[in-house]
């Protein structure tokens, strides 16, 4: 029984065959053309594709560049110049570098000179002398200082306290005054009375603004000192201008401001000048120009 059924499976797929067979006799079988290319090895591919893809530059055609008035009428055929120098680079360089000028990035050459002395040793008086001789525009930190004060600002009324105190207002107070007055002025030479008066005042206008170009300082005893201010102070309606507030000003000065001398010696020695203010305001004045002429540039107005 179990061999019957064996011998009916192997007649199936005999038939099965058989019917295949049948079908393939009516199709036509499609063959590849010759030309159809075979797989190849690597090293074959890559030599047979350098040999098809090679070729040559050709030459840039000339341009016709129109001349001026109608276009096409009276064009000129311009050829390719192949030695003539790339000046992408450089011409790009030289536009940042005009847009930069142009751009207010290079800052004009500043002429600074900075007065300094005890209080009422005469650097308003030696200063209004300069201005009208040299062309400076004179910048009092005290002065502008006061005018705060005027205003009426928080930051003046706070500057008002300290100063009756007789103590430093903060650098970034005073410098920034400066500075806005600078650059409003539009001018190039400046005078300054009164300021730095502490090393950290210096540091930071050198490191905002600038170098000076001279530190006038004018020396004067205290005793001398002392009297002017009083002899000022009846007249002047200045608030500082009292026995008290002159005694604390005089401590002041030899503790934070004096150091500015030696800061600048530190720094370079032909920036410092040391003129005694003791003479007629004149005759000081004689030596002042004679400091002053030494600065490179810088001439008597006519």
């Known amino acids: 029984m179990g061999c019957q059924q064996s011998t009916g499976v192997g007649g199936s797929a005999a038939k099965r065959s058989k019917?295949?067979?049948?079908?393939?006799?009516?199709?036509?079988?499609?063959?590849?053309?010759?030309?159809?290319n075979r797989p190849q090895s690597a090293d074959s591919w890559k030599s047979s594709s350098l040999k098809k893809s090679s070729f040559k530059l050709q030459p840039i055609p000339p341009r016709k560049v129109p001349s001026s008035g109608n276009l096409g009428a009276g064009s000129e055929l311009v050829k390719p110049n192949p030695k003539a120098p790339r000046r992408l680079?450089?011409?790009?360089?030289?536009?940042?570098?005009?847009?930069?000028?142009?751009?207010?990035?290079?800052?004009?050459?500043?002429?600074?000179?900075?007065?300094?002395?005890?209080?009422?040793?005469?650097?308003?008086?030696?200063?209004?002398?300069?201005?009208?001789?040299?062309?400076?525009?004179?910048?009092?930190?005290?002065?502008?200082?006061?005018?705060?004060v005027k205003k009426g600002t928080p930051v003046g009324l706070n500057c008002d306290k300290l100063m009756k105190e007789g103590k430093l207002v903060p650098v970034e107070v005073t410098l920034g005054l400066i500075e806005k007055a600078m650059t409003a002025s539009g001018k190039s030479r400046f005078l300054i009375d009164g300021f730095p008066r502490a090393i950290?005042?210096?540091?930071?206008?050198?490191?905002?603004?600038?170098?000076?170009?001279?530190?006038?300082?004018?020396?004067?005893?205290?005793?001398?000192m002392?009297?002017?201010?009083?002899?000022?102070?009846?007249?002047?309606?200045?608030?500082?201008d009292n026995q008290a507030t002159i005694i604390k000003r005089f401590e002041t000065f030899q503790k934070e401001s004096m150091p500015v001398i030696g800061f600048y010696d530190g720094v370079d020695k032909n920036i410092v000048a040391k003129v005694s203010s003791v003479p007629p305001p004149n005759q000081v004045y004689e030596v002042v120009v004679s400091v002053l002429r030494n600065i490179p540039g810088l001439e008597v107005k006519a």
């Open 19 to 36: 019917e295949s067979d049948d079908a393939l006799r009516g199709t036509t079988l499609v063959m590849p053309p010759k030309s159809v």
């Open 89 to 148: 680079k450089s011409s790009l360089k030289s536009r940042s570098m005009k847009a930069g000028d142009e751009g207010g990035t290079s800052k004009t050459k500043r002429t600074v000179v900075f007065v300094l002395g005890g209080p009422g040793c005469g650097k308003g008086t030696q200063c209004e002398k300069i201005v009208k001789d040299f062309g400076f525009l004179h910048l009092s930190a005290g002065d502008l200082l006061r005018e705060e």
């Open 200 to 224: 950290d005042q210096a540091k930071a206008f050198e490191a905002k603004i600038c170098r000076p170009d001279k530190v006038l300082f004018l020396e004067c005893p205290k005793e001398v």
């Open 226 to 240: 002392e009297q002017r201010l009083l002899k000022r102070g009846e007249s002047s309606g200045r608030s500082d």
